[in-house]
Each structure stands twice: as structure tokens, then as C-alpha cells.
């Protein structure tokens, strides 16, 4: 029997998940599917920031920084659990942007947040030493606040709040084919399913043009692909917060805490394919130099412990260098006309921190096609997990709860879950309730709850999206973890 639906969404990355939330929120019957994990390509790529784009000021692009700014509000209090706030220094010793310029920026960056809960931007001072001290030249500079983000798991939140709404979410599942039928999409997917939908949105990310060619439509948007990479090295500094190291060809690097260790990224390198989303030796030295213009601890590559690289699919608006290229998103509704074709909406373009908001616009150009008036129905929502007080009153409720999950455990799963910890550990009294430790403080427990309520499908959609504990673990230990989920998984 064929299957129906209001929306089939196509791309299960952060704009595909918050799309279909916003839609089954909206009462829509929605079915998303994605050839691989949620996350599983740019959106557990990224520098893993909710921020508003300080840089993006000097393109003059405020609307984009202004919605950003509105939208990291929202986000900071939707998850507290996998969004937190986090303060960067942005030293100003050799730099290209003078100090007046800087600091106007920085006025305006705070200005264009309106109210906002987090602290406001301000200069270094010689006090600041835990900010100073790690830096090669002193102590002029300033500070500002953003966020920080599990970027794959605000991915699979958005995903488990459009599934409890009542959308299908269908990982694994490619598009075979889909075509117009009047007022409908006529579709057949990888797991042999045929089904029908009112509307289609293509929100494959840096597949969205291979997509339109595959249903042989053109598209007046292009895309302009950029690869991003990161790497990670040995802890360069003490402390929670970031930095923002301005470099003499203009561009920015962040240097963040990570895992332990420091994150250190991004490039802004063009491609030609999606698939072309791995760091090279280039990047590589380039992200070192970049830290080693500013920090006091020097690197090489050699002292690199992971790398990720990602690529963005940006809205080409014609700049000549892929770091000018626009961060904002443009959306696409080709209706053939007046003539009551199904509709299908394109997105090109978007970043994690503006994702909701995509997704409210897409409902509002999609819903009349569909004969409903969009509602606005996430602007104050808790993301699952995410009703919890401050975050460190809520560890120390865990703790004292759950006594038997440790300080490192219970700090990693009460960042993760948030409040569906009472769900996961719903009638465990004690550490054997967890099952066996599979590594790295994960349990049987929880593994198999991202396999059931997560869609993690094979070991490394738990180990390096739901979780980034396959960082942590060796050879040998990933292995056993791959063992153990083949005899509990396999079909």
C-alpha cells in the first residue's frame, strides 16, 4: 500500500531535522529520510559554535548577524544541556583590523543582541591573566561571549522532537526516484517503499543541486561548495573559554576546548564535490601556524590527534573568495507556475545557529500550497532533555541521584541527555544497571538507547555523532564495540 504524506523532506542534516519539526509541530504528516546519519556529513562538521558571526559585520551582512544573534538567545535557553555559553578573547597584537574598528564591531555585535543573557563584549585587562597568559604577545585585546554546541546532537534533538510530534524519521533511506503526479510527489525509496507526498523539500545540503538535477529541474539559486576542516591537538591553554585569532590574509581561526584538548579551525577552501570533504596537508600546516602565530605552546603536525572536515553548501552570490561567500540562506519554492503542481522547496545555504529559523521560514513560504497558515510553534520550545535548571545545579542533582555513574560519567550524559536522563535510567540503582562498560565510561545502556531512540544504525554513529567517546577509545576497544554492537544490531 502506498504510503502519504503532507511533506517529504529529503536530507537528514540540522536543516532537515528542524524542518521536520517545525512542520509536524504544525500539524503536518511529515517523513524524512536520509541516506545516511543525521549529522552524518556538514552538520557534525562544524566549528560546533552557536554564534552570531562577528566576522560577518565586516560584509556588512547585519540582517544575518541580527537573526543569528536572536536565535542564539533562543538556542542557549531551548538546550542548556548541549549549548552553553562560553566567552572569546580576540588578542589584537599585529593585527590587520585597527583597534577603533574592532571595538565599533564589538558595540555593534552587542547591540545588534538586544537583550540578551549573556555577558556583553569589554577590553582586556591586566588582571585578565588566565585570558593573557597563554598568548605570545601580552595582553591587548578584548572578550566577547558566544556558544558552544554538540553540533550532532542539537541534530538529533531536532530529530526526536519532530518524532515525538509524530513525524517519520527513516535514516538509511535513500531517495530513488521521485516525480510530479498532478498534486503530488510520487517517490520510491531505498527500503522499497513507494509513497506519495503534497509537497517535497530538498534539504540535501551540499547534494541540493545533484538532487534538482536528478529530478531534472533547474534552479534559478546555485551552490557554492566550501570545505571547512578542524584539527585537534593537545591542550594549548587552562580554562573554558575560546579565542578568535585574527591572521594576516583576513581570515579568522578559533582555538576552543575540545574533548580535553584544543580545537583549532576552520579553512575555507573551494571544491567541486561533496565528497571532497577531507582535511589536506596544506590546511593541516595552516591551522598550525595559525596557533602558533598567537599561542605561547607551539605545534606541528605531528602533534595532530583527530581532524574533521566538512562541506558547506553556500548560497552562491558571486564573491570572488570563498571566506566573502554569504553565510545566510536562501529558499527556493518552484511551483510550476499557477498551475497546482506539488510544490518543492529548495534550501541553499544556512548555518547550524539559524536553523529554526530557516525551518519558520520554509513553513511560512510552504504552508499555503498546502492550504494551512503556518504557525510559529518553536520560538519558545524546549528541545527534548532540555527542560533542567542551570546546568551545574542540575549535576549536582544527578549526582546525588545517580552516585554510582562517577564525576566524568555523570558529566558527560548530563551535557548529552539533559533531563531524558529519567527516562534512560528509569528503575538502575546501581552501576551493574548500566551493563557493561563498552569503553570509556559507555554502557550497554546507553548504547542501546541511542540504537533505539537515537537512529544510530552502525558503531560509528555512536561512537563519533551521538557521542564523541570513539575519540577516546583504541584500537582494540573500538573493535570490541564494534563486536558487541554486530551480535546486538545485526538484522
Known amino acids: 500500500m502506498t504510503q502519504s504524506y503532507d511533506i517529504l523532506i529529503v536530507g537528514g542534516g540540522i536543516n532537515g531535522a528542524a524542518i521536520a519539526r517545525e512542520a509536524t509541530l504544525n500539524g503536518l504528516s511529515v517523513l524524512l529520510v536520509e541516506k545516511g546519519d543525521l549529522a552524518g556529513a556538514t552538520s557534525s562538521a562544524s566549528t560546533k559554535l552557536i554564534h552570531g558571526g562577528l566576522r560577518y559585520l565586516e560584509y556588512y551582512d547585519f540582517k544575518l548577524v541580527a537573526e543569528a544573534l536572536r536565535e542564539r538567545e533562543r538556542l542557549v535557553k531551548a538546550a542548556p544541556h548541549i549549548i552553553r555559553p562560553m566567552r572569546f578573547v580576540l588578542p589584537h597584537e599585529n593585527a590587520v ?19 540578551m543573557t549573556l555577558k556583553r563584549s569589554r577590553g582586556l585587562r591586566k588582571a585578565d591573566t588566565a585570558y593573557t597568559a597563554p598568548l605570545k604577545n601580552g595582553a591587548r585585546g578584548f572578550i566577547y561571549s558566544d556558544a558552544f554546541v554538540d553540533d550532532s546532537r542539537l541534530t538529533v534533538l531536532n530529530a526526536m522532537d519532530a518524532h515525538n510530534a509524530g513525524a517519520e524519521i527513516a535514516v538509511r533511506t535513500e531517495l530513488v526516484t521521485a516525480r510530479r503526479d498532478g498534486a503530488v510527489w510520487r517517490a520510491t525509496l531505498s527500503d522499497g517503499r513507494d509513497i506519495t507526498a503534497r509537497a517535497l523539500v530538498n534539504a ?42 585574527q591572521l ?3 581570515r579568522i581561526v578559533f582555538a576552543i576546548p575540545y574533548q580535553g584538548q ?8 573551494p571544491v567541486d564535490r561533496p565528497e571532497d570533504a577531507v582535511i589536506d596537508d596544506g590546511e593541516i600546516a595552516y591551522l598550525c601556524d595559525a596557533a602558533n602565530q598567537h599561542f605561547t605552546r607551539q605545534i606541528t603536525p605531528a602533534d595532530v590527534t ?9 548560497y552562491d552570490d558571486g564573491a570572488s573568495e ?33 536553523a529554526r529559523h530557516l525551518a519558520e521560514e520554509v513553513l511560512e513560504k510552504i504552508a499555503p500550497t498546502l492550504g494551512i497558515t503556518a504557525r510559529q510553534t518553536t520560538r519558545d520550545r524546549a528541545f527534548p532533555g532540555g527542560s533542567i535548571p542551570p546546568f551545574a545545579t542540575y549535576l549536582a542533582q544527578v549526582r546525588k541521584r545517580w552516585p554510582f555513574l562517577g564525576d566524568a560519567r555523570s558529566e558527560r550524559m548530563a551535557h548529552a541527555y539533559g533531563a531524558l536522563l529519567d527516562e534512560m535510567l528509569a528503575g538502575v540503582t546501581d552501576e551493574a544497571g548500566l551493563g557493561v562498560d563498552l569503553g570509556a565510561g559507555l554502557t550497554e545502556l546507553e548504547a542501546r538507547w541511542m540504537h533505539d531512540r537515537e537512529w544510530a544504525r552502525i558503531p560509528e554513529d555512536a561512537l563519533l555523532r551521538r557521542s564523541k567517546i570513539g575519540l577516546a577509545l583504541s584500537r582494540d576497544q573500538q ?3 564494534e563486536a558487541w554492537w554486530q551480535r546486538n544490531f545485526s538484522r
Not at 565599533?104 to 547591540?111: A, I, N, Q, S
Not at 584544543?262 to 577552501?269: A, L, P, Y
Open 322 to 354: 570563498a571566506k566573502a561567500v554569504t553565510r545566510d540562506y536562501v529558499l527556493e519554492l518552484d511551483t510550476l507556475g499557477d498551475t497546482g503542481a506539488a510544490p518543492l522547496l529548495s534550501v541553499f545555504g544556512g548555518k547550524i545557529t539559524t
Open 306 to 314: 583527530s581532524t574533521w572536515s566538512g562541506v558547506r553548501p553556500l
Open 204 to 245: 540535501a545540503g551540499p547534494w541540493v543541486a545533484e538532487l534538482l538535477g536528478r529530478l531534472g529541474i533547474n534552479a534559478s539559486a546555485g551552490v557554492r561548495l566550501v570545505k571547512g576542516s578542524h584539527i585537534v591537538v593537545p591542550k594549548l591553554y587552562e580554562g573554558d573559554h575560546a579565542y578568535i585569532l
Open 479 to 481: 573493535d570490541s564495540f
Open 248 to 250: 594576516a590574509d583576513r
Open 97 to 115: 583590523r585597527p583597534w577603533w574598528m574592532v571595538r565599533l564591531g564589538l558595540y555593534l555585535y552587542d547591540f545588534l543582541g538586544g537583550r
Open 262 to 269: 584544543t580545537e583549532i579551525g576552520t579553512t575555507d577552501v
